[in-house]
T-cell receptor
Framework: RKEVEQDPGPFNVPEGATVAFNCTYS??????FFWYRQDCRKEPKLLMS?????NEDGRFTAQLNRASQYISLLIRDSKLSDSATYLC??????????WGAGTKLIIKP | GAGVSQSPSNKVTEKGKDVELRCDPI?????LYWYRQSLGQGLEFLIY????????KSGLPSDRFSAERTGGSVSTLTIQRTQQEDSAVYLC????????????FGEGSRLTVL
């Protein structure tokens, strides 16, 4: 079992729709959680950290469920520019960053 | 240019040749990471530096791969006797310190081994 697992997709979603991704992690001692975004043939960039109480940044909402060991990312009112691969990252108790393989999102007009 | 800078952006080499990839991190960032990404795949961790030392080399795929960092700044990843399976994008990232998850990536060095 991979330490961090994501549905690879692709998720094909019409513009304006709401889409949600999940990411599961295996190490219950994991400390911190992040979502990164990677555009095609570009480098990853931090989208948002995930806080225990959940957090929102504009159209993006991140949530953490420690009991079930997953984090989620919700995108509301999706835009064409949201098309990208979304990478889940988990920091373990040794400060190692464990990267998921990413979920590809395609927003269609 | 306050971002992470990598060079070369593209490198085509013949099997068996050695290559050097360079990373210039953001000034003041003590942590530096090298990753490898093959087409359509996730990030593969190679090595991490804290200052000039490399406490975690666990991701280096073979002894043909080595890396160093000097002056707590520039890092070089060297691949000796390149093989076709080494073809990938090599990404460098830096962060202010290790216990942050906010990494700043360079644009990568795309290596093609013929």
């Amino acid at each position: 079992r991979k330490e961090v697992e994501q549905d690879p997709g692709p998720f094909n979603v019409p513009e304006g729709a709401t889409v949600a991704f999940n990411c599961t992690y295996s190490n219950s001692a994991s400390q911190s959680f992040f979502w990164y975004r990677q555009d095609c043939r570009k480098e990853p960039k931090l989208l948002m950290s995930v806080y225990s109480s959940g957090n929102e940044d504009g159209r993006f909402t991140a949530q953490l469920n420690r009991a079930s060991q997953y984090i989620s990312l919700l995108i509301r009112d999706s835009k064409l520019s949201d098309s990208a691969t979304y990478l889940c990252v988990v920091k373990d108790s040794n400060y190692q960053l464990i990267w998921g393989a990413g979920t590809k999102l395609i927003i269609k007009p | 240019g306050a971002g992470v800078s990598q060079s070369p952006s593209n490198k085509v080499t013949e099997k068996g040749k050695d290559v050097e990839l360079r990373c210039d991190p953001i000034s003041g960032h003590t942590a530096l990471y090298w990753y490898r990404q093959s087409l359509g795949q996730g990030l593969e961790f190679l090595i991490y530096f804290q200052g000039n030392s490399a406490p975690d080399k666990s991701g280096l795929p073979s002894d043909r791969f080595s890396a160093e960092r000097t002056g707590g700044s520039v890092s070089t990843l060297t691949i000796q006797r390149t093989q076709q399976e080494d073809s990938a994008v090599y990404l460098c990232a830096s962060s202010l310190q290790r216990n942050t998850g906010e990494l700043f990536f360079g644009e990568g060095s795309r290596l093609t081994v013929l």
